[in-house]
């Protein structure tokens, strides 16, 4: 069984401090890793997937395959990324997701 | 070009009664899916469909049902409405080309009484 886990439930920073939401997998197979955002009175959007190894909005995520993990990373946290950011894992068929319990993310000024 | 649809926006039920919720789409996606979203347990997914005529169960299918009659459009049946399902409800789209990911819909805001 595939699962995700996100320990914690709320985040809370200042302004210009370091971001870094925890994501840890368990999957027997070689998986794909995503990162989704929900601001709020909007849509789940996707952020980043682990494949494209890009940064979006200054957010980057690095697949560790040996601690099996996924965290989500940002230099300086801005007032705009306040959020519910979820992790996400596909493995197997369907193109199925399995999602993370969700982190709170707060940014303070 | 709306994206993923859903309606309705809000709903409540009493215990018993039944409804459906509809998603649809206007991307010519293939797969779609419904998901329900509660507090401390993230997204959950209830029933997907890889393609149009068919249709599989996901992690949590319990009284649930679903209906895919076309490429546009995928349902979702609550017979006899209960508590525990009171919860927001998200259909979504897989796009496997490009982003290669999935699209959501608003989400529809039950509560059963």
């Known amino acids: 069984a595939q699962r995700v886990t996100q320990p914690e439930k709320l985040l809370s920073v200042f302004k210009g401090a370091p971001v870094e939401l925890k994501c840890n997998y368990s999957y027997s197979g070689s998986p794909e890793l995503f990162w989704y955002v929900q601001y709020s009175r909007q849509r789940l959007q996707l952020l980043l997937r682990h494949i494209s190894r890009e940064s979006i909005k200054g957010f980057t995520a690095d697949l560790n395959k040996g601690e099996t993990s996924f965290h989500l990373k940002k230099p300086f946290a801005q007032e705009e990324d306040s959020a519910m950011y979820y992790c996400?894992?596909?493995?197997?068929?369907?193109?199925?997701?399995?999602f993370g319990t969700g982190t709170q993310l707060k940014v303070e000024l | 070009n709306a994206g993923v649809t859903q309606t309705p926006k809000f709903q409540v039920l009493k215990t018993g009664q039944s409804m459906t919720l509809q998603c649809a789409q206007d991307m010519n996606h293939n797969s779609m899916y419904w998901y329900r979203q509660d507090p401390g347990m993230g997204l959950r997914l209830i029933y997907y469909s890889a393609s149009e005529g068919t249709t599989d169960k996901g992690e949590v299918p319990n009284g649930y049902n679903v209906s895919r009659l076309n490429k546009r459009e995928f349902s979702l049946r609550l017979e006899s409405a209960a508590p525990s399902q009171t919860s927001v409800y998200f259909c979504a789209t897989h796009h496997a080309f490009g982003t290669d990911t999935q699209y959501f819909g608003p989400g529809t805001r039950l509560t059963v009484l």
């Open positions: 996400a894992l596909r493995g197997g068929g369907g193109n199925k997701l399995t």
